[in-house]
């Protein structure tokens, strides 16, 4: 689940030839099987942040991990780290390492707010609930690309291009953050700043720790995330949780076009809504619910108003869906619109020019992305016609593009070497992460995983949602070890 921004981007492409440079830097060749040497980590009150209260019920500390893994008593960047610990000593298994998604996205305070939204007690007596900001992120070291207010502005979109000259002119803007980043006091990061390296930090917080093996909860990007760690240290992985599943690939230039279809799949089920509350004036039909999106889309593409044009139009849409109960605003912000008021105001991103650099470091460092203009313009010709209310947006040009060269590594290779140990989370309209990356990461993963889809819409599942087939077969999984004998497709739940 990402709580800040509607887009969790990564980047990732297969590389068969892991094996040799993981072993230098900590993969499956180079996993000892031996216990943890803990770190001295001291545990104090979390800073005080009003936008996080869910750190108030939390103790924090900090972790020094290397830079650069291939150099590992060299440079270091710090790592904050919280714990929920378990009220239960009696009933703890271990440790439940979580992240809510991203890359961007702090997740110090998400323990807390696992907490209090409804994580099971039961899991919480079996585990210490442990969050951290990544690397680059939040209260860790944190990155910048020196991203002005109208860059932050324009969010994780590239705007909507209705020609070859649009993507063009993007283009420009596109080279321009990329040198930003290349060039920022943080550059020295820029290398090092990956999922892969991410996933080393989170084996460092389980030595620290002092545990064999760790556990994991993640959403969203957190689920590719995951899919590293458990793929590099599998016998230091105990029970593995991927709620929301972006694929084995993370983010990649293929996958940010699914966002596209994303929006495509989850949109009947607000033209549902619309038409059932006629109050709102958007139709009496699905069909006139989604021709009033292109109405307005086209309106403000050509003049915006209120301080929104048309990308930001569809990047709200796409984001709202993200929650069945974040309809009823979307639907004031169309109706404000369509009758030329000022819509309700969106929530902001707290440190959103960390979050959006943080995001640049590492989709386009995991992998190189086309680096042709006409590449972009020719995806953006198919999925305008595709996916015609947001692919011409998602398959366009952005900072990855001109990134610079230099790659530590080749991407991780999510296969099926390892324990049966991993249960994937997913439903079936997601936006933000479709329903086909969940399937590819099944395919992937072999017999290492279960696969459970809900009959619904919506980004993130457990432990939010209403549907007890889901919940429970997350729950029974993290405190007993017992899957679902074989992948499990659960009814969808009445409405109230």
Not at 183 to 191: A, I, K, R
Not at 341 to 365: D, K
Request: glycine residues 8%; proline residues 9%.
């Amino acid at each position: 689940m990402n709580r800040t921004l509607p887009l969790a981007l990564a980047a990732i492409v297969v590389a068969t030839a892991t094996v040799a440079a993981t072993a230098a830097i900590g993969g499956p060749a180079a996993e000892p099987d031996k216990a943890a040497t803990p770190d001295a980590l001291r545990w104090g009150p979390c800073p005080k942040d009003p936008v996080a209260p869910g750190l108030d019920q939390l103790e924090c500390s900090t972790l020094d991990v290397p830079l650069d893994y291939r150099d590992p008593d060299g440079r270091q960047v710090e790592i904050a780290i919280s714990r929920l610990a378990s009220k239960k000593p009696s009933q703890r298994r271990g440790v439940l390492l979580t992240d809510p998604g991203g890359p961007g996205a702090t997740g110090l305070d998400f323990p807390g707010v696992l907490a209090t939204t409804g994580l099971p007690q039961k899991v919480m007596d079996s585990y210490d609930v442990i969050g951290f900001d990544p690397r680059g992120v939040g209260r860790s070291t944190p990155v910048t690309c020196d991203l002005t207010k109208e860059q932050r502005a324009r969010g994780n979109f590239p705007p909507y291009a209705h020609s070859a000259a649009d993507v063009a002119r993007e283009a420009t803007n596109a080279r321009k953050i990329a040198k930003q980043c290349a060039t920022s006091e943080t550059s020295w990061m820029l290398p090092h700043t990956t999922t892969a390296n991410t996933a080393r930090d989170m084996d460092r917080i389980r030595a620290a720790l002092g545990e064999r093996k760790l556990s994991y909860l993640g959403h969203s990007y957190g689920t590719y995330l995951g899919a590293v760690y458990t793929t590099l240290f599998p016998k230091r992985s105990d029970r593995i949780v991927l709620d929301s599943n972006v694929g084995p690939k993370g983010y990649d230039v293929t996958a940010m076009r699914l966002f596209g279809r994303g929006l495509e799949d989850r949109f009947p089920d607000f033209a549902k809504f619309a038409v059932a509350h006629p109050e709102y004036k958007l139709g009496t039909t699905p069909k006139q619910v989604r021709a009033k999106f292109f109405a307005l889309a086209k309106r403000l593409d050509k003049k915006p108003a209120h301080g929104m044009d048309g990308t930001m139009f569809r990047a709200v849409t796409f984001g709202s869906l993200y929650s069945d109960g974040s309809m009823p605003h979307l639907a004031e912000v169309w109706r404000a619109l369509d009758t030329n008021q000022t819509p309700p105001p969106e929530p902001q991103v707290p440190n959103a020019e960390n979050f959006m650099s943080l995001r640049f470091y590492v989709v386009c460092g995991d992998t190189r992305w086309p680096d042709s203009v006409r590449d972009y313009q020719r995806n953006v010709a198919v999925d305008r016609l595709r996916y015609p209310m947001l692919g011409a947006s998602t398959a366009s040009v952005g900072p990855c593009a001109f990134w610079p060269d230099e790659r530590v590594e080749p991407p991780v290779r999510i296969g099926d070497r390892g324990p049966s140990n991993v249960l994937l989370l997913q439903n079936e309209r997601d936006p933000g992460s479709p329903l086909v990356g969940a399937q590819k990461l099944r395919r992937a993963f072999g017999n290492r995983a279960t696969l459970v889809t809900a009959d619904q819409g919506g980004h993130g599942i457990y432990p939010w949602g209403r549907n007890t087939c889901v919940n429970d077969s997350a729950t029974t999984f993290l405190t007993t070890g017992e899957r679902p004998k074989r992948d499990l497709a659960c009814a969808a739940v009445p409405a109230k």
